[in-house]
């Protein structure tokens, strides 16, 4: 039985800092010049739920449809502070202009405050991430020290800025596909291997550890291994803090995540779904290594899995051929476009091909999935949880779970555990839409 009694949240005062790792990325420097507009009151935050969408409360009758905003206590935009690392010294203005998303236009309007924002010395190895080389990168040692000297930048980071609380978003470059082995399974092992320069240990999981060591909250949002195996469980216990990932969910899956529930909820039967894409952005050129697309496309395969249910419905989709395709095309830049051919069958057997050509954005959908994850995770500091928030898979393609438990990958389920999340958190009834209520039915 769910308790009904309000959790004790603590109220969102004084200022909270945004660390990024890949602060001078496309994702990061959309997302800051974004809040930015959006703080001067020069665009709206479109695609964002904690600044724009209700939700309801009670009985369908009541007409209470808050903000999610007005209803659960979060940060206030003015309140964030933007810093982080990144292995090339420019600012996040040069990294903005980089990258090409931004219209020069839409730069210019807040050109001073994105150039006021500069990284911190990377922790940074080629060997993770075959295609880039960086020069504003740590001195390669042991990574425990690595880990103390990104500790050692939390905490200047927060004094220097007179901070209350921290979130630390990575949104740094796809690292090369790392199964989980021996050096993950425990916080001991994991030390030991920081100590000892495993192998298994990237820069993505020297961020985590170095958060969390912190107390800080940790976000994943690439689909590497990095906060999510047991070491990183047990240290998030430890310390009390959240953790949550991976992979933002936009364009191509989250695009996945809204037609296959609806080709379950009628049985319709899938034969095979082809998915290709091409892209020119840096992201493009990094998942362009197969190592690194490994990891990709590990997250991007797993999502039919478990939304279809193959093993529960073996006639329907017990069969499916799916295969995902990045192509590193650069006249595109960080317009992607992306094609899928579904093959699906219904009554008797009989086959129809759905054709998809999104031509999407996807700077422009992550970053409000990373405002949204940043102003949640800090409501889930504030609240005292601690672990891996599921509630929060709504905005991931390769959502983390407690182990033995298979994640929800269905956007709507996980919507509606988001909001139930919220309701529960704030004390309110949790809707179930039984509706029996409303007609003499018996
Ligand atoms: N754009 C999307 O819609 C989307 C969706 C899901 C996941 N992602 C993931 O988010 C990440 C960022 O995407 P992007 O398009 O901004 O890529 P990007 O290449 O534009 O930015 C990544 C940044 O990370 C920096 N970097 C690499 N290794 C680093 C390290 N060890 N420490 C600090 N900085 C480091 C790079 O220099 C670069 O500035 C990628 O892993 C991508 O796969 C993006």
Not at 10 to 30: D, R, Y
Not at 410 to 438: C, P, S, W
Request: aromatic fraction near 10%.
């Amino acid at each position: 039985m769910v308790s009904m009694e309000k959790v004790e949240i603590e109220k969102p005062e004084g200022k909270l800092g945004v660390l990024i790792p890949g602060l001078c990325g496309a994702v990061s420097t959309t997302f800051m010049a974004g809040v930015e507009m959006i703080r001067r009151g020069l665009r709206e935050p479109y695609g964002s739920l904690t600044q724009m969408q209700t939700i309801r409360l009670g009985k369908r009758n009541e007409n209470r449809h808050p903000l999610i905003k007005d209803f659960v206590p979060l940060a206030d935009l003015d309140n964030l502070v933007f810093g982080g690392w990144d292995i090339y010294d420019m600012s996040a203005y040069e990294g903005a202009k980089k990258a090409g998303v931004l219209k020069q236009e839409d730069l210019d309007l807040v050109k001073d405050f994105m150039d006021s924002i500069k990284p911190m010395k990377a922790v940074f190895n080629k060997y993770y991430v075959k295609k880039l080389d960086g020069e504003h990168i740590k001195p390669w040692g042991n990574k425990m020290e690595l880990a103390q000297a990104l500790m050692e930048d939390i905490k200047s980071f927060k004094k220097e800025h007179n901070l209350d609380r921290i979130v630390v978003v990575w949104a740094a470059s796809t690292e090369i596909y790392i199964p989980p082995s021996e050096v993950h399974l425990s916080l001991e092992n994991f030390e030991r291997g920081l100590e000892e320069n495993s192998k298994d240990i990237s820069p993505s999981m020297i961020y985590a550890y170095a958060a969390l060591k912190s107390g800080v909250p940790f976000i994943n949002g690439a689909p590497g291994l990095t906060v999510d195996f047991p070491a990183m469980y047990e240290l998030a216990d430890k310390m009390h803090v959240p953790i949550a990932g991976k992979d933002f969910k936009t364009g191509q899956t989250l695009m996945k995540t809204i037609i296959a529930p609806g080709f379950k909820a009628r049985m319709l039967g899938i034969n095979g779904w082809f998915s290709t894409n091409i892209l020119g952005n840096r992201d493009g050129e990094v998942l362009d290594d197969p190592e690194s697309f490994k990891t990709k496309e590990t997250s991007k395969l797993s999502v039919l899995q478990t939304i279809l249910q193959p093993d529960i419905y073996p006639e329907l989709y017990g069969n499916i051929y799916h295969k995902v395709r990045i192509n590193y095309y650069p006249p595109r830049g960080d317009n992607k476009e992306s094609w899928d051919n579904i093959d699906i069958f219904g009554w008797l057997g009989y086959p129809m091909q759905i054709k998809i050509n999104f031509l999407c954005r996807d700077s422009i959908l992550a970053a409000p999935v990373v405002l949204d994850l940043v102003l949640f995770m800090d409501l889930a500091q504030r609240a005292h949880l601690k672990g891996i928030q599921e509630w929060l898979s709504f905005y991931f393609k390769s959502p983390m779970v407690a182990p033995g438990l298979y994640p929800e990958n269905d956007l709507f389920i996980q919507h509606a555990k988001l909001k139930n999340f919220l309701r529960y958190l704030m004390g309110e009834e949790l809707i179930t839409h039984l509706g029996v209520e409303y007609y003499d039915m018996f």
